[in-house]
């Protein structure tokens, strides 16, 4: 199998999807949002808009917009070219900016940074419960606090004063890295998630997947979601507002793991 890994940096470039035979070219995505629309792979939920209002690489970003009271936000999603399964890996890297008076108040929790995974069979194939970062506590002022669910086991990872603080600052750029080693042992499984140099989250106390045959579907599975921003608004966002997404990565083991680390000597995609 070649560790090819494929760059859409700067270009609408993206291969086809594979047919399947274990002629996988590698799933590595590198998006600067330079061009004029937004890349092909993000062909389960496209929203957004390429903007020149706010950049962290060039003069472009996208655009993201919520409606007053608009819970289902459909923003920036896609399904990788090849299925992954247990014990496979994923890094993600994406910047955001949320200008002063982003109001993150929420019913519950706003759904974030999120993967799906499900049965590996079937027209629901990779697609049946999420595995989440969720914002909670956030208001109008307040930043709130991650927690983290996969939505098979319905059990939270922290418990009220527990959670780890969100890291957020409005109307400054910042990076976020995360990265799930997928499995349905939570022994064996890890979740962590990175604000710029900050490790907030670093944990195998939660199963990634549902069940040991489950996948992240790929671009060949009709139903499955992929790799999400923010896809749901419990409640609907309180005011209509945008914010901006800038330099896309992933990875996975299939594509290479990437190269750089942490501080800790953790692979990730970077700052
Ligand atoms: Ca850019």
Redesign the pocket.
């Known amino acids: 199998m070649p560790l090819t890994c494929i760059t859409g940096r700067g270009s609408l470039y993206y291969p086809p999807p594979d047919s399947g035979g274990g002629s996988e070219v590698g799933s590595m995505v590198d998006f600067?949002?330079?061009d004029d629309e937004l890349p092909s792979f993000f062909n389960t939920y496209a929203g957004g808009v390429i903007s020149t209002e706010q950049?962290?690489?060039?003069?472009?970003?996208v655009k993201c917009t919520a409606a007053e009271d608009e819970a289902n936000l459909d923003w920036l999603a896609g399904k990788p070219l090849h299925r992954l399964t247990q014990g496979d890996e994923i890094w993600v890297r994406f910047r955001t900016f949320f200008p002063t008076g982003y109001d993150f108040s929420v019913s519950t929790s706003l759904k974030f940074l999120r993967v799906d995974q499900g049965a590996n069979s079937g027209v629901n194939r990779g697609h049946g419960a999420h595995i989440d970062y969720y914002l909670q506590s956030a208001n109008d002022t307040d930043v709130g606090f991650w927690n983290f669910i996969q939505e098979d086991i319905q059990s939270w990872m922290f418990a009220g004063a527990e959670r780890p603080p969100s890291g957020i600052i409005r109307n400054t750029w910042q990076t976020w890295n995360f990265y799930l080693l997928l499995h349905s042992v939570a022994s064996s499984a890890r979740v962590r998630l990175w604000c710029d140099e900050t490790l907030i989250i670093d944990s195998n106390t939660r199963a990634t997947l549902g069940a040991a045959t489950n996948e992240v579907g790929s671009i060949a599975d009709g139903n499955c979601q992929g790799v999400m921003f923010m896809t749901y608004w419990n409640g609907g966002s309180p005011q209509a507002q945008s914010c901006y997404l800038?330099?896309w990565a992933i990875s996975t083991n299939i594509s290479g793991a990437p190269t750089a680390t942490d501080g800790a000597g953790n692979p990730w995609i970077g700052l």
Request: aromatic residues 16%; charged residues 40%.
């Open positions: 600067d949002f330079e950049a962290y690489s060039g003069t472009r970003s800038d330099d």
